[in-house]
């Protein structure tokens, strides 16, 4: 029953001890939505072995976990319904619990996957954001998880999620939650008022693929820039206009990557597509696009990457899945881990350590250095696959498998 804590936390209920503060993780891939947590805000060295503290049944799904004022929120799926949960970290303990009606039909080739979200919520000015995998948005306050709105855009597209499912994780800036609604070949990204859902721009140029958007200041000029469903964009902020496009297609439909700021220069990869940087800024009052270097030596499928200094870090799936490290100034390859890691891995940094979860189940620290792939680290934190990102605390990790979540603490 959700909620309900399993056999190994109520043994370890007494071992708890309060949470030592930590840095809000507000929405996917952390505070600027690049995997990097500050160095107070994880582990200050790992031990042989973490203590499993709690677990619970949450329901299906492969959003990651968020923290925020000391509550943990996750999305998932039981049933026929989607549902949204503040958890009391320190014992697992369910603080709200909300569901509502989401039916939705895998797409065959996605079947393994699962009809659980896999788009993580953003937290922002005391709401929470979710978007389910058949493309339904709702805002809830996040205290009490009270809806304020919501819409499923059903009147408004063919199809309300592309073809393997929602997976783009909303943003919020400036008072708007950015989202990519709709589904394959009609679809829009859209910019809602953040309090009234009120729609105040939308650029129709393609449907939407399953990467989040991220937004920066370049060429003077704040963009939201994303893959969608066979480009590559940057999209004025203010006002929701095409600046520039790169179109980008990979095998079946599936762009991805989450892109990366280097200083300027924006990082993007995909399925089959290598790693690349570009300059994007204006000349002669036109934007332009120009590739600063490429590489085919590593290319990343479903996994983002991660700076450290001049280090880029990622997983590729290459070889049936290698770690790797590039120079992000060049794109020269420093080193390629052993091959056949596994199908997918997420990856964050923290402190100069790399935290990788591997989807089937393992937990590797690493050190995030050039001079080779250096574990130092391994932990199985799950018995079932691990595609949602692990939730990465100063005093353990939160880790979210097929349908359960579970804190693993530091002895």
């Known amino acids: 029953m959700f909620g309900k804590l399993s056999g190994f936390a109520v043994l370890n209920l007494i071992w708890m001890a309060p949470l030592a503060s930590a840095d809000d993780w507000p929405q996917w891939r952390g505070p600027n939505r690049d995997g990097a947590l500050a160095t107070q805000s994880a582990p200050a060295s790992w ?9 619970i049944t949450v329901g299906e799904g492969h959003s990651s976990p968020i923290l925020v004022g000391g509550k943990i929120f996750v999305f998932t799926r039981q049933q026929a319904n989607e549902v949204v949960a503040s958890v009391d970290p320190a014992n697992g303990k369910v603080i709200w619990q909300k569901s509502y009606p989401a039916s939705y039909k895998v ?5 393994w996957h699962g009809p659980g979200p896999k788009s993580t919520p953003v ?26 709105w919501r819409k499923d855009f059903s009147k408004q597209y063919r199809t309300t999620a592309p073809l393997f499912g929602t997976a783009m994780s909303p943003v919020t800036d400036a008072g708007m939650l950015i989202a990519h609604v709709g589904g394959h070949d009609d679809g829009a990204l859209t910019a809602f008022d953040a309090n009234s859902g009120d729609v105040k721009w939308r650029w129709a140029g393609d449907g939407p693929g399953y990467a989040s958007p991220v937004i920066v200041d370049l060429g003077g000029t704040r963009q939201v820039i994303t893959q969608t469903q066979t480009n590559i964009v940057g999209i004025s902020e203010a006002r929701g206009e095409l600046l520039w496009k790169i179109p980008f297609t990979t095998p079946y439909v599936q762009n991805i990557v989450t892109p990366l700021m280097y200083h300027d220069m924006p990082i993007f990869s995909g399925l089959e597509k290598g790693i690349m940087a570009m300059r994007v800024g204006t000349k002669g009052g036109k934007w332009f696009t120009e590739k600063l270097w490429q590489t085919n030596d590593a290319s990343m499928y479903m996994s983002s990457p991660v700076l450290e200094g001049n280090l880029l870090f990622g997983f590729s799936h290459q070889k049936r899945g290698q770690f790797f490290c590039l120079d992000a100034q060049t794109g020269a390859t420093q080193w390629t881990s052993d091959p056949r890691q596994g199908d997918n891995a997420a990856v964050l940094v923290a402190g100069g350590k790399l935290i990788l979860l591997k989807d089937d189940g393992e937990l590797i620290v690493a050190r995030a250095s050039n001079k080779g792939f250096e574990p130092i680290r391994r932990y199985t934190v799950a018995d079932s696959p691990t595609w949602a990102h692990p939730l990465v605390l100063s005093n353990g990790v939160v ?13």
Do not use: H, M, Q
């Not at 005391?126 to 058949?134: D, M, P, V």
């Not at 880790?399 to 002895?411: E, N, P, S, V």
């Open 47 to 55: 031990p042989e072995r973490l203590k499993p503290v709690w677990k």
């Open 107 to 111: 797409n065959s080739a996605a079947e």
């Open 123 to 148: 937290f922002a000015g005391g709401k929470l954001y979710t978007l389910g995998i058949s493309g339904i948005l709702t805002c809830r306050d996040a205290a009490t998880g009270a809806e304020l």
């Open 399 to 411: 880790i979210k498998d097929k349908t359960t979540l579970a804190f693993w603490g530091i002895r």
